[in-house]
């Protein structure tokens, strides 16, 4: 009994060393979980239409909608539908952690690859995430890609943004790259941006310095309003790398409805140094989007009664007054500011005074 039992251990290890090789030299082991990793570039600020000039932003804390389209192999025409998801519109969210030289976007729970290494992805993603768990300002039409977005009376538009489709990616793919890390590119603005400034200026148009005004200063914007009649638009996610996306914009309204005021009665702003006030539209609706301002010197007021955008002179001879997409246009708001003379200290007497000496009466007759 005893040598039976040495005879049957030493054949078993024998047997676990043996097929421990062939497993690792024979058959991959491809059936790992291997977590979706995604990074993104930081957002562009939108460029003015006036002086063309960029910043830059960051997608920290920003709440992001990611489609994942199925494909059949690495390119991007491989993509067998962009309703075919393997991602139906999944939350994840920016990040301020670097991540091969992008921010690092992160979803909780976890979404992994799919097991099989033959399986592809391309991937979509648009800012702010959608519905009742993100901004309600944006709303999914349907099971589609199309997001309609909406303004309100508070919070103006949502500053939307998009992604150019990526891919096609399989979980190979990712392993291979650094931090095993799939880049979705740069966040676009889809929104218009309305930069309005308020300034004052002397009776022959020059800007007026804070030391120049009288103290206490009694100049007061006590009402700004931006309103418009097309408050809703609906876009559609890019399927394609090289077509530039467009809006449908949704049906005008009979009065325009005021979706930004940045100041009112209740909390007027001194006019002095020129201030800015900025506010996001759609695109291409410039001849429906209005602006009003009421300027008051503690006495009176003066109105500008809901001037249409494309109303205003443009800052540049060739340049229309647009609202374009992923741009800025900047309005300016000239206040004439005309001080009234005070006669006690603009009249000046000069002599003596010397008594009348009074010789007689004058006659006056009127005919």
């Not at 025409?77 to 670097?98: C, E, I, K, Q």
């Not at 590119?185 to 309005?196: R, S, T």
């Not at 914009?249 to 005021?261: H, I, P, R």
Request: glycine share 6%.
């Amino acid at each position: 009994m005893k040598k039976r039992y040495n005879a049957y251990i030493g054949i078993l290890c024998s047997l676990l060393v043996f097929t421990g090789c062939d497993k690792e030299s024979v058959t991959p082991y491809t059936e790992e979980k291997v977590p979706i990793t995604l990074s993104a570039s930081s957002l562009p600020v939108s460029v003015d239409i006036q002086t063309q000039t960029r910043a830059t932003e960051t997608i920290n804390n920003r709440s992001i909608g990611i489609v994942a389209a199925k494909a059949t192999g690495s390119a991007l025409s491989n993509v067998t539908s962009w309703t075919d998801y393997y991602l139906d519109h999944v939350r994840a969210t920016g990040t301020d952690t670097d991540l091969n030289g992008e921010k690092e976007v992160v979803f909780a729970p976890l979404q992994y690859w799919p097991f099989n290494p033959g399986e592809y992805l391309a991937f979509v993603a648009y800012s702010p995430f959608h519905g009742t768990n993100g901004d309600v300002r944006v709303a999914r039409v349907g099971e589609t890609n199309t997001l309609k977005v909406t303004a309100n009376s508070t919070e103006s538009f949502p500053d939307f943004l998009y992604t150019k489709p990526v891919g096609a990616f399989n979980k190979e793919t990712a392993k291979a790259n650094t931090d095993k890390a799939v880049s979705l590119g740069e966040f676009q603005h889809a929104m218009a941006k309305l930069d309005i400034e308020v300034k004052l200026v002397d009776k022959d148009g020059n800007d007026i310095e804070e030391e120049e005004l009288p103290d206490p200063n009694p100049l007061k914007i006590t009402k700004l309003e931006i309103s418009t009649k097309v408050d809703n638009g609906i876009f559609a996610l890019p399927e394609n790398s090289t077509i530039a996306p467009t809006w449908s914009l949704g049906t005008q309204l009979t009065v325009a409805k005021s979706v930004y005021t940045p100041v009112s009665s209740a909390s007027p702003e001194t006019l002095a140094t020129p201030l800015l006030y900025t506010c996001l539209l759609l695109p291409n609706t410039e001849s429906d989007s209005f602006v009003s301002i009421t300027v008051s010197d503690g006495v009176g007021e003066v109105k500008l009664e809901s001037k249409e955008i494309s109303g205003f002179k443009a800052i540049l001879p060739s340049t229309e007054v647009k609202l374009e997409m992923g741009k800025t246009t900047k309005l300016t708001i000239k206040v004439k500011y005309v001080p009234i003379p005070d006669p006690e200290t603009d009249i000046i007497l000069e002599g003596q005074l010397v008594e009348w000496d009074y010789k007689g009466k004058s006659t006056v007759t009127i005919e």
